[in-house]
C-alpha cells in the first residue's frame, strides 16, 4: 500500500514537466526522435522515485533518527560530532550527483582533478554537519550561524572570481541529494527530539551541511584553481560538438557501478552503526534493511531514467530555444520548467512530508512545496536572464544571499531553519540532469554553465522566509482578533 501511495504521489509531480516538455517538443523546440526517450524516461523517474521514496520511509529515515536520539541520550558531545563527521563524509560520496559534478569541473580544465574536489566537497560538509549538530546540541540559534557563516562566504568570494563560485555553489547544491537529506533531517529531528524544544529544532541542519561545500571549494580554489577559466570554455564547445546519445542499457549500467559506490560507504557505516551503537532487533533490522535496498534500487532506476531521457531532452530544448528564440519566449519557458522540475526532486518530497509530521500539521506539505516551485521557477528564470544578457553570476549571488540573511531578521526562527533546508533539497538529481542540461544546452562557454544548481539552491531560501512572514503575520492577526473578541 505504501509503494501504491508513493507511486501515486510521484506520478502527479513528474507528470507535468513530462507534459511541458512533450508539448514543447512538439511545438517550438520539436524534438523529433528525442520523444521516445522522454516517455521511457518519464516511465523510469516515476517508478525509480516511487521505490525509492517507500524505501527511505522504512530504512534511511528510522537509522537516521534511532542514530540522533542514541548518541543525544549518551550526552557525549564529542561522540556526537564524530559520527556527524562520518555520516556526511559517507552520503556525500553516496551521491551520485557529486561524481557527475566532480568529473564536469575536471573535465572543463579548472586545474583541479575530481578526486580532489571529492575530497573537498566531502570534507566541507561533514565539517558542517559537525557544526550544525553542534548547535542543535547547545541550544544554539541557527539564525546566528547562518549569519556568521555566509558572512565568510561573501568576503572569500572577491578573491577567488566567479567561475570557483559557480562550482562552490553547484558543489553545494549536488551534496544535498536524494540519499543524504533523509539521513540528515533524520539525524537532527532524532537529536532535537530528546530536548525540551521539540522535534522542530532539528530543522536547519541541512542548510548549515550545505554550506560546507561552498566554504570548502572557495578556500581551495584559492591554492588550486588560480588561472584557469578560459580553458575550460574551450571544453564545453568541443563537448557540446562531440556529445552522443546514452543507450538505455548504458545508463542502467553506469547508474548502477556509481551507485554500488556510493552505498559502499554509507552501507559500511550503517553496519557499525548497528553493531555498536544502533542495535536495531532483528525484525526491525529485516525491515530497514528491505528499505536500504529499496532506496538503491529505486535511485538507480530513477536516475537511469532521467540520464537515458530527460538530459538529452533538456539539452535539445535548451539549444533551440537559446538559439533560435527571443529571450522573453525562452525565459517563461525556463519559468515553466523550473516549477515543474523541484516537484519531482526526491529530497523535496521527503523534507516536506518530515515538514509536516514534526509540525502535526501546522505547517502543510502543499504550502512548503507551492512556495518552494515559485521559488526555483524564478532561479530558472534568472539562469536564463544571465545566459543571455551575459550577467556576472557575482550580482546573483550578493543580492540573494544578501536578502535572504535580511529577511531571517523577520522571519520566524523555524521558518528560517526550514528556508535554508529547502535551499539544499531543491537542487537535487532533476535538477542536476534537466535543468542544467537545458541551460547548459544554450551556453557557449563554461563559466555560464556553471552556476544554475547554485541559484535554484538560493532562490528557496527567500521564498519560504517570505512565507515564515506571512505565517507571523496571520498568527498575529488571529491573535488580535482573539484578545478583541474576549475583551
Known amino acids: 500500500m505504501e509503494l501504491v501511495r508513493k507511486?501515486?504521489?510521484?506520478?502527479?509531480?513528474?507528470?507535468p514537466i513530462a507534459l511541458t516538455s512533450l508539448v514543447i517538443g512538439l511545438t517550438i523546440a520539436p524534438l523529433g526522435g528525442l520523444l521516445p526517450r522522454l516517455i521511457i524516461?518519464?516511465?523510469?523517474?516515476?517508478?525509480?522515485?516511487?521505490?525509492?521514496?517507500?524505501?527511505?520511509?522504512i530504512g534511511l529515515v528510522p537509522i537516521g533518527e534511532k542514530l540522533g536520539e542514541r548518541v543525544s541520550r549518551k550526552r557525549s558531545l564529542p561522540l556526537l560530532l564524530v559520527f556527524?563527521?562520518?555520516?556526511?563524509?559517507?552520503?556525500?560520496?553516496?551521491?551520485?550527483?557529486?561524481?557527475?559534478?566532480?568529473?564536469?569541473?575536471?573535465?572543463?580544465?579548472?586545474?583541479?582533478?575530481?578526486?580532489?574536489?571529492?575530497?573537498l566537497i566531502a570534507s566541507g560538509l561533514a565539517a558542517l554537519l559537525s557544526l550544525g549538530l553542534f548547535c542543535i546540541f547547545r541550544k544554539i540559534r541557527m539564525k546566528i550561524a547562518f549569519l556568521i557563516l555566509y558572512a565568510i562566504v561573501l568576503v572569500i568570494i572577491p578573491f577567488v572570481g566567479e567561475t570557483a563560485s559557480c562550482i562552490s555553489f553547484d558543489a553545494s547544491?549536488?551534496?544535498?541529494?536524494?540519499?543524504?537529506?533523509?539521513?540528515?533531517?533524520?539525524?537532527?529531528?532524532?537529536?532535537?527530539?530528546t530536548s525540551k524544544k521539540g522535534d522542530v529544532s532539528g530543522f536547519g541542519l541541512t542548510g548549515i551541511a550545505s554550506i560546507g561545500p561552498v566554504m570548502a571549494v572557495l578556500l581551495g580554489a584559492l591554492l588550486l584553481m588560480r588561472g584557469a577559466g578560459s580553458q575550460g570554455a574551450a571544453a564545453v564547445s568541443a563537448s557540446h560538438a562531440s556529445e552522443s546519445l546514452v543507450s538505455l542499457s548504458a545508463a542502467f549500467s553506469d547508474q548502477f557501478f556509481g551507485t554500488v559506490k556510493g552505498f559502499a560507504p554509507l552501507v559500511a557505516l550503517i553496519a557499525m552503526l548497528q553493531l555498536f551503537l544502533v542495535r536495531f532487533p532483528r525484525i526491525k533490522l529485516k525491515n530497514v534493511s528491505l528499505g536500504i535496498l529499496y532506496s538503491f534500487v529505486g535511485i538507480v532506476v530513477f536516475l537511469a531514467g532521467a540520464e537515458y531521457g530527460f538530459m538529452p531532452v533538456g539539452r535539445s530544448i535548451g539549444y533551440q530555444l537559446f538559439n533560435f528564440q527571443p529571450w522573453y519566449v525562452t525565459s517563461f519557458v525556463a519559468f515553466l520548467i523550473g516549477l515543474f522540475t523541484v516537484a519531482s526532486e526526491p529530497a523535496v518530497w521527503v523534507l516536506t512530508d518530515q515538514v509536516e509530521e514534526a509540525t502535526s500539521g501546522r505547517i502543510r506539505r502543499r504550502t512548503v512545496l507551492i512556495f518552494l516551485c515559485f521559488g526555483v521557477s524564478m532561479s530558472v528564470f534568472l539562469a536564463a536572464i544571465r545566459v543571455y544578457f551575459a550577467i556576472s553570476y557575482l550580482y546573483f549571488v550578493y543580492a540573494g544571499i544578501g536578502l535572504s540573511l535580511v529577511l531571517s531578521a523577520f522571519c520566524p526562527p523555524l521558518f528560517t531553519s526550514l528556508a535554508f533546508d529547502s535551499g539544499g533539497v531543491a537542487s537535487g538529481p532533476m535538477s542536476a540532469?534537466?535543468?542544467?542540461?537545458?541551460?547548459?544546452?544554450?551556453?557557449?562557454?563554461?563559466?555560464?554553465?556553471?552556476?544554475?544548481?547554485?541559484?535554484?539552491?538560493?532562490?528557496?531560501?527567500i521564498s519560504i522566509q517570505i512565507l515564515g512572514i506571512m505565517y507571523r503575520i496571520r498568527e498575529g492577526r488571529t491573535l488580535r482578533q482573539t484578545a478583541c473578541a474576549g475583551g
Not at 549536488?174 to 527530539?193: E, N
Open 7 to 15: 507511486f501515486k504521489e510521484t506520478f502527479i509531480s513528474v507528470m
Open 433 to 461: 540532469s534537466f535543468i542544467l542540461s537545458f541551460i547548459s544546452g544554450g551556453t557557449k562557454t563554461g563559466d555560464s554553465g556553471f552556476g544554475v544548481i547554485g541559484l535554484i539552491a538560493i532562490a528557496p531560501i
Open 84 to 119: 556527524g563527521a562520518a555520516v556526511g563524509f559517507c552520503v556525500t560520496f553516496a551521491e551520485p550527483d557529486v561524481n557527475v559534478l566532480c568529473s564536469q569541473v575536471a573535465a572543463m580544465g579548472f586545474g583541479i582533478d575530481s578526486g580532489t574536489l571529492k575530497l
Open 41 to 57: 524516461g518519464s516511465a523510469l523517474v516515476i517508478s525509480g522515485l516511487s521505490i525509492f521514496l517507500a524505501g527511505t520511509d
Open 173 to 193: 547544491g549536488s551534496t544535498t541529494g536524494p540519499l543524504a537529506i533523509p539521513f540528515i533531517i533524520a539525524l537532527g529531528l532524532g537529536i532535537s527530539k
